[in-house]
């Protein structure tokens, strides 16, 4: 029997060689651990079935990605770090296009539950791939450009999984076509998302300072102020 930290590795590359081989409907978690060489019982243990292993096999390519991360790159203009950065991914994924393209073409066979766990994992691979190419991903203008970012992997993973070339450039070239699009859509999301806070913030200033004017000095004696009786007798003396 394996050691336990390796079965996790052992269900995923059994996974993804079955993918291969036939159609990935027709894989099922008895045949994947039978190929993994691991028990139903320790299989049950480390994951919860196929679209698990698959989320974790996205963790293993981010984690790979991550790992070859030199501090000399954050030297190279944005766009070019995020070109390596997702080029160093479909790298890594070339070994398993077969068997991507056998889950891509049942489409994951994924449950509901499954593919809005499966878009998750794929947002937050974004989130880390644009993070290591030195871009911010926080707040609205962060999580926009993680959208964006993840539909314009989408589009070239699929492109990618049909270019048969040995150096994957036409890939590149698709890629950075791509993401000359989306900086100009950053740009202007940018530029909007400014413009927003900056009218926000002379709203929010004038509604303070009408609030201060409206508010009644200490000295003032306004209806409100005025005790019950002296109302009362000032109303009778007009």
């Given at each position: 029997m394996?050691p336990?930290?390796?079965?996790?590795?052992?269900?995923i590359?059994?996974?993804l060689?079955?993918?291969?081989e036939?159609?990935?409907?027709?894989?099922?978690?008895?045949?994947?651990?039978?190929?993994?060489?691991?028990?139903?019982?320790?299989c049950?243990?480390?994951c919860?079935?196929k679209g698990?292993?698959?989320?974790?096999?996205?963790?293993?390519?981010?984690?790979?990605?991550?790992?070859?991360?030199?501090?000399?790159?954050?030297n190279?203009p944005?766009?070019?770090?995020l070109?390596?950065?997702?080029?160093?991914?479909?790298?890594?994924?070339?070994?398993?296009?077969?068997a991507?393209?056998?889950?891509?073409?049942?489409?994951?066979?994924?449950g509901?539950?499954?593919?809005?766990?499966?878009?998750?994992?794929?947002?937050?691979a974004?989130?880390?791939?644009?993070?290591?190419?030195g871009?911010?991903?926080?707040?609205?203008?962060?999580?926009m450009?993680?959208?964006?970012l993840?539909?314009?992997?989408?589009?070239?993973?699929?492109?990618?999984?049909?270019?048969?070339?040995?150096?994957?450039?036409?890939?590149?070239?698709?890629l950075?076509?791509?993401l000359?699009?989306?900086?100009?859509?950053?740009?202007?999301?940018?530029?909007?998302l400014?413009?927003?806070?900056?009218?926000c913030?002379?709203?929010g200033?004038?509604?303070?300072?009408?609030?201060?004017?409206?508010?009644?000095?200490?000295?003032?004696n306004?209806?409100?102020?005025?005790?019950?009786?002296q109302?009362?007798?000032?109303?009778?003396?007009?």
């Amino acid at each position: 029997m394996p050691p336990k930290k390796d079965i996790p590795n052992l269900l995923i590359d059994a996974t993804l060689k079955l993918a291969a081989e036939r159609d990935w409907h027709d894989v099922t978690m008895i045949d994947i651990a039978n190929e993994a060489g691991v028990s139903v019982a320790d299989c049950y243990d480390h994951c919860s079935g196929k679209g698990d292993l698959l989320r974790r096999f996205v963790k293993r390519v981010d984690r790979e990605v991550l790992a070859d991360l030199d501090s000399e790159d954050f030297n190279e203009p944005g766009h070019d770090r995020l070109i390596a950065v997702i080029m160093a991914r479909f790298d890594i994924l070339s070994e398993y296009r077969l068997a991507l393209r056998s889950i891509i073409a049942s489409g994951g066979d994924l449950g509901p539950a499954d593919g809005l766990r499966a878009i998750k994992t794929h947002f937050g691979a974004m989130r880390w791939m644009l993070e290591a190419a030195g871009f911010q991903t926080s707040g609205l203008h962060g999580s926009m450009r993680v959208a964006g970012l993840t539909a314009v992997y989408a589009r070239t993973f699929k492109y990618w999984l049909d270019d048969d070339s040995t150096d994957f450039g036409p890939t590149m070239a698709y890629l950075d076509r791509e993401l000359s699009k989306a900086a100009g859509w950053d740009r202007r999301v940018e530029k909007g998302l400014g413009k927003a806070s900056s009218i926000c913030g002379k709203i929010g200033k004038r509604c303070k300072s009408f609030s201060v004017k409206k508010s009644p000095s200490p000295g003032d004696n306004s209806p409100a102020d005025v005790p019950p009786d002296q109302a009362t007798s000032s109303a009778t003396n007009t």
